[in-house]
């Protein structure tokens, strides 16, 4: 019965480390482990290779449910994704995919659909969900709620790590003068200023 089964909720802003935690948590308590972030990045790619259009709701809420997404603990090698079968975890890291992923997340019928989705990881012997809104919107009733942050500085260093591995050319400065200017916004309740009236970020 998955709907006993526990669930510890780990949110937080990008670059706060909060997927390293809520693996190495995962990997110990031996749970199941969910990154909501993958998740939404996973249907996508699968959105992508089916040549879908991404202005048919209907269309990319079959796709969501039709596409198998399975987490791998690869240890030092970090997360794999499988998508269908398929290793898409270099695809998942692409800003392509990022931009694809945010757009398919602003329709609200694909985003229902992704809720559905997402508490379907609560599985025995329990659950680690890390992501944005995991502990208020998806898993509301979770027994272990963290919001995990770090200093302006670490998460700058984190995505800037994150980003030239991936290829991408970007200027530290730059990524701290953007994080402290949304630093207000989070600690007003930043889950309020996401841009969508239904759900958060």
């Keep these: 019965m998955t709907d006993l089964s526990p669930v510890l909720t780990i949110d937080g ?10 693996r190495i948590v995962a990997a110990r308590l031996g749970w199941h482990y969910l990154d909501s972030g993958a998740l939404y990045r996973a249907v996508g790619v699968a959105a992508s290779w089916a040549d879908l259009d991404v202005s048919d709701p209907a269309a990319l809420v079959r796709c969501t449910f039709d ?25 998942l890291r692409l800003e392509t ?17 992704l809720k559905e989705r997402q508490r379907a990881f609560r599985q025995v012997p329990g659950l680690v969900a890390d992501g944005r809104d995991m502990g208020t919107v998806i898993f509301p009733d979770a027994a272990f709620k963290v919001f995990l942050t770090a200093s302006a500085e670490e998460r700058a260093g984190r995505r800037h790590k994150q980003l030239m591995e991936k290829g991408v050319s970007v200027i530290f400065d730059d990524l701290l003068r953007e994080i402290m ?15 969508r009236p239904k759900t958060p970020c």
């Design 97 to 113: 995919t990022g931009a694809l992923a945010s757009a398919i997340a602003a329709i609200p019928e694909v985003r229902s659909a």
């Design 181 to 195: 200017l949304e630093m207000p916004v989070m600690r007003s309740g930043w889950w309020r200023h996401c841009g």
């Design 13 to 22: 802003p990008s670059g706060a480390g909060k997927g390293t935690v809520s």
């Design 67 to 91: 596409t198998r997404v399975e987490f791998d603990d690869a240890g030092e090698a970090g997360l794999r994704v499988l998508v269908n079968g398929v290793d898409a975890t270099g695809e």
